[in-house]
Structure formats: structure tokens, C-alpha cells
């Protein structure tokens, strides 16, 4: 089992920066593929970025590709997600998630999730 928590989300206006921060516990002898999801409100959950087990591939979504960067830390069992130029529609429950198959845009290829952190951005 692994066990996720994610922090740093926060209210910003529109252009700020956030970085959030997924700490993971538990069986982490295992090196998992990350991923950060969100689900804006009243809509479906939404792919942002994913991380290969090693860090050396990453992938995004169009809405956040060149503004959200995901990062690893594997020595402190870390994953980021910096996320720069907030727009309004950017607000939402922000996601990490584990897995063992390899990194993808899709929800069910992870096996754990967090609890998610709110991030509001304010026009």
C-alpha cells in the first residue's frame, strides 16, 4: 500500500503560480509512475501530467502543457507539480496518483490516489 498526500494548493489570482506537492508513505521500496489529475468543479476529472518511474519521461495535458511542470524526487519520495499562468479555469480539486504499469493519461492505470488539495484561481 501506498498512502498520498498532497499539499500547497491555495487561492491565487489569474497569472500567479502554485506549486503543489505529493509526499508518498508506505511500500516505497517501489518506484511508482506519478500522475497529478483535477477535477474542475461540476465536470469529470482531468489528465494534467505524468512522470515516468525514473523522472527521465514526463507527458501533459493540452490545457496545462507549457505551463505545469511535473518533477520528482525519488530520494524524498516527492512529486511536484509547478504550475505557472493560473487561469480561472485552472480551479479545481487537485490529484496525485501512483501506479506500477507504466506512466499514462489515464485514471485507471493507477492504483492509489490522494485526497486531493483545492486550488482556486481568481480572475
Known amino acids: 500500500q501506498v498512502q498520498l498526500v498532497e499539499s500547497g494548493g491555495g487561492q491565487v489570482q489569474a497569472g500567479g503560480s502554485l506549486r503543489l506537492s505529493c509526499a508518498a508513505s508506505?511500500?516505497?521500496?517501489?518506484?511508482?509512475?506519478m500522475s497529478w489529475f483535477r477535477r474542475p468543479p461540476g465536470k469529470e476529472r482531468e489528465f494534467l501530467a505524468a512522470?515516468?518511474?525514473?523522472?527521465?519521461?514526463?507527458s501533459y495535458g493540452d490545457s496545462v502543457k507549457g505551463r505545469f511542470t511535473i518533477s520528482r524526487e525519488n530520494a524524498e519520495n516527492m512529486v511536484y507539480l509547478q504550475m505557472n499562468s493560473l487561469k480561472p479555469e485552472d480551479t479545481g480539486v487537485y490529484y496525485c496518483?501512483?501506479?506500477?504499469?507504466?506512466?499514462?493519461?489515464?485514471?485507471?492505470?493507477?492504483?492509489?490516489w490522494g485526497q486531493g488539495t483545492q486550488v482556486t484561481v481568481s480572475s
Open positions: 496518483a501512483a501506479g506500477l504499469k507504466p506512466f499514462s493519461n489515464r485514471a485507471g492505470q493507477y492504483d492509489y
Open positions: 508506505g511500500r516505497t521500496d517501489r518506484r511508482y509512475a
Open positions: 512522470i515516468s518511474r525514473s523522472g527521465g519521461s514526463t
